[in-house]
C-alpha cells in the first residue's frame, strides 16, 4: 500500500510540473505575441502620423520659393526685352 500511495504521490508531483511547464510556456508566448502586436500598432500609429500630416513649414516655405524664382525668372525675361508670356489678348 505505501509503494501505490509513493507512486501515486510522484505522478501527481510529475504531472504538476509538467503543467506548470506548459502554463509558462503559454505566458511567454502570450506575452512576446502581446509585445509583437504593440510594437506593430505603434509602427501604424507612427505611419497614420506621417501621411496624415498637414503641410509642414519647410514644406511651404519650399512653395513659397519656388513662386519666387517663377516671378524671378518673368522679370528677367522682361528685363531682356521680352515678354515673360504672351498677353492674353493677342
Known amino acids: 500500500m ?6 501515486m504521490k510522484e505522478r501527481e508531483k510529475f504531472r504538476e510540473m509538467e503543467h506548470n511547464k506548459i502554463l509558462q510556456r503559454y505566458q511567454n ?6 509585445n509583437q502586436q504593440k510594437i506593430e500598432q505603434q509602427k501604424r500609429e507612427r505611419q497614420y502620423k506621417v501621411s ?3 503641410q509642414t513649414a519647410q ?3 519650399s512653395t513659397m520659393s519656388m513662386s519666387k524664382m ?8 522682361t528685363v531682356k526685352g521680352k515678354p515673360a508670356s504672351k498677353p492674353s489678348h493677342m
Open 2 to 7: 505505501k509503494k501505490l500511495d509513493a507512486r
Open 29 to 34: 508566448v502570450k506575452k512576446e505575441i502581446e
Open 70 to 77: 517663377q516671378s524671378t525668372s518673368k522679370l528677367q525675361s
Open 59 to 61: 514644406s511651404s516655405r
Open 52 to 54: 496624415s500630416r498637414p
